[in-house]
């Protein structure tokens, strides 16, 4: 009998989708909606007691916000595009985005 091995791997991905389509809202529970976009978890919203919280797809908080649709507005408005910036600017870490200098002499 043979056995056959296959390796597995692990990748993160960074898809993005375009702002033209819209999260999609579920009702998780009581106190949590859940976005997605395209199928793919987009963040969610929790309320508190005291206020809705807004976390991203990963995890990051986003703000806390009086009203559920001002909530539901804030996360809708984080996938936004950013505008007319460098496409690579978010992936890059802040040092290698600075302008080179030149050496004094």
Same mark, same amino acid.
């Given at each position: %009998?043979?056995?056959?091995?296959? *390796? %597995?791997? !692990?990748? %993160?991905?960074?898809?993005? &989708? +375009?702002?033209?389509?819209? $999260? !999609?809202?579920?009702?998780?529970?009581? /106190?949590?909606?859940?976005?997605?976009?395209? =199928? @793919? &978890?987009? =963040? &969610?919203?929790?309320?508190?007691?005291?206020? #809705?919280?807004?976390?991203?797809?990963?995890? !990051?908080?986003?703000?806390?916000? /009086?009203? $559920?649709?001002?909530?539901? #507005?804030? $996360? @809708? /408005?984080? #996938? @936004? +595009? *950013? =505008?007319?910036?460098?496409? &690579?600017?978010? %992936?890059?870490?802040? *040092?290698?985005?600075?302008?080179?200098?030149?050496?004094? *002499?």
């Amino acid at each position: %009998m043979r056995v056959r091995h296959t *390796a %597995m791997s !692990t990748t %993160m991905s960074t898809t993005t &989708f +375009p702002p033209s389509d819209p $999260l !999609t809202w579920k009702q998780a529970d009581d /106190d949590v909606h859940v976005a997605t976009r395209a =199928g @793919e &978890f987009a =963040g &969610f919203v929790e309320f508190d007691g005291t206020a #809705h919280l807004v976390r991203d797809n990963h995890g !990051t908080e986003l703000g806390s916000f /009086d009203s $559920l649709d001002d909530a539901f #507005h804030a $996360l @809708e /408005d984080a #996938h @936004e +595009p *950013a =505008g007319r910036g460098s496409v &690579f600017a978010p %992936m890059l870490p802040r *040092a290698w985005r600075r302008r080179t200098r030149r050496a004094r *002499a």
